[in-house]
């Protein structure tokens, strides 16, 4: 079974480059509510919080940089085969869904509508998601980080 993670308030870039990357993971910056609801979703802490060390299914991080944090977590839950990146919504966790392109008309920029063909959706959310220049950008960022995925 998938590792799930919920990283706290302070690292919420990590948990966007987790999201990124394949990687279930949630955020709070509820404070030590975070125990209750890893608990139930049954997900792991990712924290730099020292009140936090040492807990039941908390990962404690000294690294500051996220790119840093990332390849630590992904190298200390062997997660180098869950790497699908771009399959999660960078926003809200839930996992991606193809739609086809008549799906998003009027949804995205005419431009973008005329030049892409591809897109997923968060069926979350909403969000409508294509390999434009932004998505170059970040699949450099995660090959930077993790080597070739």
């Not at 005329?114 to 069926?123: L, Q």
Request: aromatic share 10%; charged share 25%.
């Amino acid at each position: 079974m998938a590792k799930k993670f919920i990283c706290n308030g302070m690292l919420g870039k990590l948990s966007r480059l987790l999201r990124i990357v394949g990687i279930d993971s949630a955020y709070s910056n509820e404070g030590m509510a975070i125990l209750l609801l890893a608990r139930k979703e049954d997900r792991i802490i990712v924290t730099r919080n020292t009140r936090l060390r040492g807990k039941k299914d908390v990962f404690f991080l000294d690294k500051t940089k996220p790119e840093q944090q990332l390849q630590t977590v992904v190298d200390a839950y062997n997660l180098w085969s869950e790497i699908k990146p771009f399959t999660r919504c960078i926003v809200c966790n839930e996992k991606l869904i193809s739609v086809t392109r008549e799906a998003v008309k009027g949804k995205v920029p005419y431009f973008t509508y005329k030049h892409f063909s591809k897109y997923a959706m968060c069926p979350q959310c909403e969000r409508i998601y294509w390999k434009g220049s932004h998505y170059k950008n970040m699949m450099h960022e995660v090959q930077a980080v993790l080597g070739e995925t």
